[in-house]
């Protein structure tokens, strides 16, 4: 089946941040000494990242921030916290969208809470970072050329073709996303100085 869809980034491209860090914010006083171990990791990693290493180690440690929080957290978290960064021209696009595409809502963010997101949002289906039972990243960090082998997945399972001349893709990162945005003709940057031919440049607030 020929299907016209709709691919969206989330950080940054519908919130105007990046949302772990809205996460980590809100619940770090919660964490408290059970967290100190983490911090020590994380600094780790980071430092190995900055000299070549693979960023998705770093993202595992990220990750095992899930262990002090249960499902009741996250949701409310997006519900009350997430929710409030939304751009409204996002959630605009998304409405005037919905009846006549199938809308991906595609992140490298962790599906732990973009599953809620997901709901609130009101999109077909969400493909986001997994982790397994012990925090570990599963799949792949969803990043790059990862999301365009997901999505291909996917709509395969679905038994659908991109209407590539009418599908569209957002984005805040022509860097992060071109892949994914290349496998539609309309492609959007969505509050980026980068310029690109093939690439129309909307401001969204």
Known sequence: MIKKVAFFDFDKTITDRDSIFVLFKKFKNRFGIKIIP???KLFYRALGSLFGRDYENL????????????????E???????????YKDALKKLDELRDDYYIMLVSASFEKYMKYA???LKVDYLIG???DENFNIIGGNNKGKNKVKKIKKHLEEKD????YENSLGFSDSYKDDRYMLELVKNRYLINSKVKKEGYKNLEWS
């Open 160 to 163: 659908f073709q991109i209407d």
């Open 118 to 120: 997901a709901k609130e």
């Open 59 to 74: 993202k595992n440690e990220i990750a095992k921030i899930f262990k002090f929080l249960d499902e009741k957290d996250l």
């Open 38 to 40: 983490l911090y020590f």
């Open 129 to 131: 970072t997994g982790l």
């Open 76 to 86: 409310k978290f997006v519900k009350e916290d997430l929710s409030k960064l939304y």
